[in-house]
């Protein structure tokens, strides 16, 4: 069974910068397709990003988060992160880390349907 680990969540100020982190165990990493979820208070929870197996194909939820947002995977392709640029307050929700085996595709993590693992989530909070 996979686990998902999350970390890198906190306080920050509008404008600032953060970097998620999410460790996959358990599983074998470069059959995963991994990303990211967030849940505002009293929103639904929505797609953030997502990347293929093999780091080569990354998706994200909108334009805004295209332009503000990396993910990546690391060398041992079972760490994913997603680096958080120019922070608004609207970006405050709990991150969950998500995967699913690389047969359902990267892009496929945008259904929450599709998502096989969900990690337990790490909280930003952006201050105005």
């Known amino acids: 069974q996979v686990r998902l680990d999350e970390s890198g969540g906190g306080l920050v100020q509008a404008g600032d910068s953060l970097r998620l982190s999410c460790v996959a165990s358990?599983?074998?990493?470069?059959?995963?397709?991994l990303g990211w979820y967030r849940q505002a208070p009293g929103k639904e929870r929505e797609f953030v990003a997502a990347?293929?197996?093999?780091?080569?194909?990354?998706?994200f939820g909108d334009a805004t988060m295209r332009g503000r947002f990396t993910i990546s995977r690391g060398v041992a392709k079972n760490t994913v992160f997603l680096q958080m640029n120019r922070l608004k307050p609207e970006d405050t929700a709990v991150y969950y880390c998500?995967?699913?085996?690389?047969?359902?595709?990267?892009?496929?993590?945008?259904?929450?349907?599709?998502?096989?693992?969900w990690g337990q989530g790490t909280l930003v909070t952006v201050s105005s």
């Open positions: 990347i293929s197996g093999g780091g080569g194909s990354t998706y």
């Open positions: 998500v995967a699913s085996p690389t047969s359902i595709g990267a892009a496929n993590l945008r259904d929450r349907n599709r998502v096989d693992v």
């Open positions: 358990g599983g074998t990493a470069k059959d995963l397709a």
